[in-house]
Structure formats: structure tokens, C-alpha cells
């Protein structure tokens, strides 16, 4: 029986829940390369249905994760395992799957491919498939003239009505042969998408698809119909690039005598620009996103609102929230633009105003393992560098857009010597290397007599060393600076001295005035 024709319909639920029966969603990557973002917003819409929605309003929700691993050809070794990793990463927890087992293991389909075959072989018994024997070269060949003649591309049903003689001359022969789905040649497909209303396609424009290859293996179309029948899916949800073979696995649903789930088609990610989005436009896969320094927690922010919004003005959701709130009802069918510039300023937002330092800390960490400045047992409060790396992270708090921007803005801080840098930076505007030795060297005096715990009073004394030397603050300030950070910019001046410490700070002051005096001749005015 349909949702629409139960008779315990509870009319204070959305139509299409309106039945009360659990909600069984998926998410069926495939482990042939990255995890796309475009993806990352599939399983992440997937699991917001099922965790939340459905389950604020009483009704089970169940989100699994399935490995759809029939495309021998195109496999990457460790792409599941990297899947797993990156879906934990972004906060996303399955309640059955390939790892987890549960009632219809199992989840990976290369596990599956007897079920599949059976399913192939009962379509051929009933007449809506049939093997086609065409060669790839006659495939080819078709496709050619249909491309000089200005026809579409698509298979020319050639194998369509062979003659049972015909059939059994060619297995006899050993001829390989796919399954094709024989689509009805007329009448109409009706696809109802909650988001999108109903699509009607005429039969006549679709192709006898392939549901079994040669090799034994099912295409997608086979494959997810039978899986999602036999695991009990009520709700697809996945990219609008599969409106198209929709009306084939509607056919599909009835040619077993099986009811179709719901289908919601969820808007695609496009580039800044318009169409696919793609590396060259910054980055298309999550776990360059990970790698990059991207908050999961800003990433699945970001992504929840391309294609969902709930007011239209709002922008910030913890996950919690996101569970609280999402519902299909407010997921807008039309494409949505990645913007790479408005996810940075979501990343920044979560660094500097909802993240705790401490928590900060121990996540800039293993990108400064990474560079080499702290080893992993940082990590540990107990660690000899951990408060070091905690002060430091205090300082750019503020300022870190992303994680990774770590490694290099915490070098000066983190390592005992400096990189090299140019002693002209040394002088400032109007200024000259002599005066600047000079100024220097009363810093340097100064370093030793003041307490750099105390802020105010560090910028106090040097204040006061300014006016002795006849300079403003900026022109004083700025050597200081690069002097003991190597670097133009820095957090606040003295808050860099309390973090580098007396004992740096002086080596470094007492290093810039040597190189300031090897530069002889080379001298010049700033």
C-alpha cells in the first residue's frame, strides 16, 4: 500500500512520512577517487532526514552507508577505508554499514553480486531484460553514424528480439553479453520528486540501458534498485544528475512488482562561476578541505545551507541545531553556487569566536607535527611545548583563518632560530641602519630589565625608550618586530615578546643588530 492510500495516515505529518514507518535512508559512495563535497552534502542531508527530521517527529530514522563498488575498473585501493575516515571526520555516524554490519548485510556491493545476477536472470525469465551480444567496436560503430547523421547517441536495440536460436547459437559460441533492460517503446514514465513535483518522460526517448556487464558485475541502475528494495530504503535522496535514469528505475521497480521509495532529487553544487564544480576551481574533495584546515563543524555549516536554508537570513547552526531544524520541506531544488570565499569567513567565524583556545590548540597541532615545529606528544598538556604552542595559539586566535595557516605564522614562536630574512627589513621608513643599531641596542638593554608577563609595562618602558631616542612609537615598534619574529607582521608587539620570552627575544635583538652591522657599505637609508 502507498503513503497515499494507508489508513493510518497521520495528517499532522508531512505527506510523504505520513504513514509513520521508519525512515531508511543511504548514502552509496563509490571508492573510486576523493570523497566530492557535492557528496559530503548528500550523505550530510541524508543523515539531517533521518537523525532529525524523522526522528522529531516520532517516527524511526535509520541512515546507512553503502559501498557501491561495482565499477572494477575505476577502484582506488584504500578509497573506502578513506571514506569511513573523512564521513567520521565531518561528523557523520551510520547506524548500519560495511564496518558496522547490520539486518541486510551485506553493505558493499562487490559482496552482492550473486543477489544481483538472480535479480538479472529473473527480468530475463519475465521479458523485461534481454542479453545483447554487440561488440564494442559495432557499439562504437553505431554511435558514430548517429553522430554524422545528427541523431542523439544511444543504442540502437539491435539485440532487442534476437531469435531464441539466435540466443542460444551465440552462449553456445561463448559470446559475451551484457543485460539490457528492454523499456517499454511507448506510452509515459511519471517520476515524482518531493522537491520537484511529477516528470513526465515519454518511453520512447529512453535507451535499453545496461544493468549487467559482461563481467558479472551490475551497473548502477541494477544494483541500487535491488539494494534499496532489499534494505528496505524509503527515501532516495541523491544528486539531480540522476533525474535522468529516474524513469529507468521507476521501470525497474515495477517490472520486480515492487513500490518505488520516495525520491528527492537534491539541487546541484555549482562552480563560482557556473557548471561542475572541480579542482581548478579551489577544491572540490572533502579531504582537501580537511587538509586545508577546514573546521568539519564549519565545512557541514556551509554545506547544509547549499540547497536548505530555514529563514532565509540566518547563517549560523551548530550541528545540534541543524538536527533541530532541517526539514525537506525548506531544501530548495534550484543549484547552488560554492562560494570558496564565504566558506573561509565560516571557517574564520568558527576559529575566532566558537572555538576555545585550548581546543584550538589541539587542533593546530597536528598540522605543526606535520611541519616538523612540535612532535605529536604536544598534545598533551603535560608536554614540555604544549603551553608554548597554547600561548602562541592565544595570539592568532583572532587572526588564523584556517588551521593550516598555523604552520607557518607559529614558526617564530616555536623554533629556537629564526629563517633568514632580509636585514633591510630592519630599518624603517626614514630611518637608517646606524639609528636603528642605536635602537636596538637600547632595546636590547631594555629586554633585560623589564618583565614581559606584564603587557602594559613592556609597552610602557618602550614608549619611554622611543621619546629618549627622539622617535615616534612606530618606528621603534617595527624593528622590534622583526626582530625578534623575522617578519613584518605579527599578533600585538607585546604580547609576541611575552610568548618568545626574555631569552629569545634577546638573542634575536642582539642578531639583528650583528646583521645589521655585517650589511658595512650596504648600509642604506630605509
Known sequence: MSVSESSTIKTDLPAHLADGKPVRVRFAPSPTGSLHVGGGRTALFNWLFAHGEARRLGIEGKFVLRIEDTDRNRLVEGATEEIFRVLHWFGLEWDEGPDRGGPYAPYTQSERTATYQAHAEQLLASGHAYRCFCSAERLAQVREAQVARKLPPGYDRHCRDLSRETIEAHLAEGKTFVVRFRTPLTGQTLVHDLLRGEIVYGNATLEDLVILKSDGYPTYHLANVVDDHEMAISHILRGEEWIPTAP??????????????VFVHQPLILAPTGGKLSKRHG????????????????????????????????????????????????????????DFEKLRWFNQHYINHILTVEDLTNRTIPFLVAAGLVDAGAADSAHAKHALV??????????????????????????????????ATLIPKKGDALGTIAALQGVESALTEIDLADEAGTEARFRALAGELGLKAGPLFMPIRVAVTGRMESPGLFGTLRVIGRERAVARVRAAIEALKARGDEAVTG
Open 390 to 423: 597554547r600561548e602562541t595559539t592565544a595570539l592568532y586566535k583572532d587572526r588564523l583563518t584556517t588551521l593550516a595557516e598555523s604552520a607557518d605564522l607559529f614558526r617564530p614562536f616555536l623554533l629556537d632560530d629564526l629563517d633568514p630574512y632580509d636585514a
Open 248 to 261: 529507468l528505475h521507476l521501470l525497474l521497480y515495477g517490472a520486480f512488482g515492487w513500490d518505488a521509495p
Open 283 to 338: 577544491s572540490a574533495a572533502m579531504q582537501d578541505y580537511e587538509a586545508n584546515g577546514y573546521l568539519p563543524e564549519a565545512l557541514m555549516n556551509y554545506l547544509a545551507l547549499l540547497g536548505w536554508s530555514l529563514d532565509g537570513t540566518r547563517e549560523f547552526y551548530t550541528k545540534g541545531e541543524l538536527l533541530d531544524l532541517f526539514s525537506l520541506a525548506r531544501v530548495n531544488p534550484s543549484p547552488a553556487k560554492f
